[in-house]
């Protein structure tokens, strides 16, 4: 590109011939037109000038038109210079010219601005109704990176986004013609940059040359033909975003408005990139209350301790973007252990595996502090990490202590092998496991209440069975030698004293009757049968002694942990009772059968129906003793239409052993 002096030349050679053609025009009207009014004409030399090039070289052009006028035309100079009054007019036309000149050249001026203007509030105004519709933010990107180029006369342009690790990546590039700014590629900031400059300073910055510069950007300034460059400093919620930046390949320099222009699209950048943040977060609370609401249901559900951890470490990696999510449970001896995991097979980490923890590991710093941790590594520090961590050649770990009622129960830990996570995970996490440790405090509570409902069950189980035993062995045992020898004192009697025998007879009868009563009363404690022979004789047993005609469909002859064969034989026992007292019925159903992992019974009568599901102490007591070993008892009883009983109990495999006719 030429030189300023060079430009010049150029313009004032036009101004020159302009000025002899304006001349020559007036030569040849000279004869026929008054020779003052001639002087006018050289206003067309003078205002196209003033227009293109400005009012110093419109007046210049002036004076030299006055002065060949007055000596290049004789007579006509001679007579003009001569003439005082001529003379005045002569100047009278120089300051007229120079004035033209200098009002046509602000009229161009304000021409240009005007459109300039008109041109920046266009681009201005398709930048802002990309960031009104919500576009995506490298749309937005892209578009204030072409008007920037555009309207500032540059033949290339970057927006770049600064990174939390010291370098600066290209988000979005323009180019008038070959070669373009790398976009997506990450650039260190050392060396001379207008990245660095605007970071160091927080200002727009100029730079008129790269040559001799060091460093990966200006390497790539020389390689694309750049001279120089300006940009500005992008500014998103108070703190630098990033820089827009603007090159030319030619030695002029850029207008002094530069800056301004591309300070405008900064302001439409940093609302674009704020919108697009806002809606990730929207989008971001969304999914994790989404997240935290699925693994509420799952609690409220009743479902298993192992079953919440596993959807807690799923919806943490899921949220944060982990490859590997661990949660671990932190044991008085100094040991974790794994609760739940996602993102590794159960080979590498097995869910109950117990084992200490190795510093530098996050959750180790979590179980050693209480307090969150994290780790963004590096090779070197890669190198320290325990031998599982380096297998799983992680980049980010962040880990955060779970506190369940003021103690630290343990920790969760997300792991990334793709780089450093956000800054922001950190307190996610931290926001995540207040809730989860509410979710795994009534996990908690949940399973020792079940834990401990089952135990009072178990213990007056083996209460009754401890109690029938004492009897059977005891105070029947008792009884029947009582009534043997009151037989064989009566059969002792002398004939001549029936009276008296017909006493000891009637006290041995008695005494049978009180035998039965207390058998009776000895197999509602624990009936033997079941202990010794399982659920089939059990329930013919129960179906023989009941007034009402039973339909009996064992469909199994397995046998089952003591408290589950416990809780069927009582749950048939309460509702035949029911169904012989209360139903006004003619027959009644029951089916027991396995299905997967539960023992299913059903009960079914056809009497009157109304029973209330949770009514009287029966009803309540069953619903107690089958909800305290994790199973359901459902009871529809419409007026008119019979009562229904279901009952879904798990079966605990394999098959306990039986000892003293029951089970340990």
């Not at 020779?35 to 009012?55: E, I, K």
């Not at 990245?195 to 001799?212: D, I, M």
Request: glycine content about 8%; overall charge negative; aromatic content about 4%.
């Amino acid at each position: 590109m030429s030189s300023p002096v060079v430009r010049w030349s150029g313009r004032l050679l036009v101004s020159v011939a302009m000025v002899a053609a304006v001349t020559g025009v007036i030569a040849l009207l000279r004869p026929h037109v008054p020779t003052l009014s001639l002087l006018v004409l050289y206003l067309l030399a003078v205002l196209p000038v003033a227009v293109l090039w400005g009012a110093r070289l419109a007046a210049v052009t002036s004076v030299l038109s006055v002065t060949v006028f007055a000596l290049l035309l004789p007579p006509a100079g001679s007579i003009l210079v001569a003439d005082s009054r001529n003379a005045v007019a002569l100047g009278v036309f120089l300051v007229t010219a120079v004035v033209v000149s200098e009002l046509a050249a602000r009229s161009r001026r304000a021409a240009v601005e005007s459109a300039r203007l008109t041109k920046e509030q266009s681009a201005l105004r398709r930048v802002a109704t990309l960031v009104a519709q919500s576009v995506a933010p490298s749309a937005v990107f892209e578009a204030v990176t072409r008007e920037v180029g555009l309207l500032s006369g540059a033949d290339l342009a970057r927006m770049e986004r600064y990174e939390p690790d010291g370098t600066v990546t290209g988000v979005a590039a323009w180019s008038r013609g070959q070669g373009q700014l790398a976009v997506g590629t990450q650039f260190d900031l050392g060396g001379m940059s207008v990245a660095r400059e605007v970071q160091l300073t927080g200002e727009p910055v100029r730079l008129e040359s790269f040559t001799g510069a060091t460093g990966t950007i200006a390497v790539e300034a020389r390689a694309l033909g750049i001279h120089a460059s300006v940009g500005c400093p992008i500014v998103v919620a108070g703190g630098l975003w990033g820089v827009i930046a603007a090159s030319t390949k030619n030695d002029a320099p850029f207008p002094p408005n530069t800056e301004l222009q591309i300070a405008s699209f900064t302001e439409l950048v940093a609302t674009a990139v704020e919108n697009a943040e806002s809606r990730a977060e929207l989008r971001r609370l969304a999914d994790e209350q989404a997240a935290l609401r699925r693994v509420a249901t799952l609690v409220a559900g009743g479902a298993a301790p192992d079953l919440v951890f596993a959807a807690i470490a799923q919806e943490l990696g899921q949220l944060t973007g982990a490859d590997v999510t661990g949660i671990y449970r932190f044991e008085s001896d100094g040991t974790a252990t794994t609760m739940g995991n996602h993102g590794l097979s159960e080979d590498q980490i097995p869910v109950g595996a117990r084992r200490m923890l190795e510093e530098p590991a996050a959750i180790a710093s979590v179980q050693a502090t209480g307090e969150p941790a994290r780790y963004d590594v590096d090779d070197e520090m890669l190198q320290s990490f325990p031998e599982f961590l380096r297998e799983w050649r992680v980049r980010s770990v962040v880990a955060s202590p779970i506190i369940v009622e003021g103690r630290c129960w343990g920790g969760i830990s997300v792991a990334s092998r793709q780089g450093p996570f956000p800054a922001a995970t950190g307190r996610r996490l931290v926001e995540f496991t207040e809730i989860a440790a509410t979710a795994i405090a009534n996990t908690e509570s949940r399973a020792e209440l079940v834990a401990s409902r089952g135990r009072v069950v178990a213990a007056g189980d083996e209460m009754r069975r401890r109690l029938e035993r004492d009897l059977h062995d005891g105070a029947q045992q008792r009884l029947v030698s009582l009534a043997l020898e009151l037989r064989f004192a009566g059969e002792t009697v002398p004939p001549e004293l029936p009276d008296l025998r017909t006493v000891f007879a009637q006290a041995a009868e008695d005494l049978t009757e009180v035998l039965e009563e207390l058998r009776e009363i000895s197999r509602g404690l624990h009936p033997a049968v079941l202990a010794e022979g399982g659920l089939g004789p059990a329930m013919r047993t129960l179906a023989r002694r009941s007034p009402v005609e039973v339909e009996l469909k064992v469909e199994t002859e397995s046998r089952y942990p003591m408290p589950v064969e416990v809780a069927t034989y009582y749950v048939v026992s309460e509702a035949l009772t029911n169904t012989s007292k209360h139903a006004a019925a003619s027959r009644a159903e029951v089916i027991l059968e396995e299905r997967a992992d539960n023992l299913w019974l059903r009960i079914r009568d056809d009497g009157v129906g109304g029973a209330e599901p949770q009514g009287g102490s029966g009803l309540v007591g069953l619903h107690d003793r089958v909800e305290a070993l994790g199973g359901s008892i459902d009871v529809v009883s419409p007026v008119g239409h019979g009562t229904v009983i279901e009952v879904r109990l798990p079966i605990d495999r394999p098959v306990p052993d039986q000892v003293d006719g029951g089970y340990q």
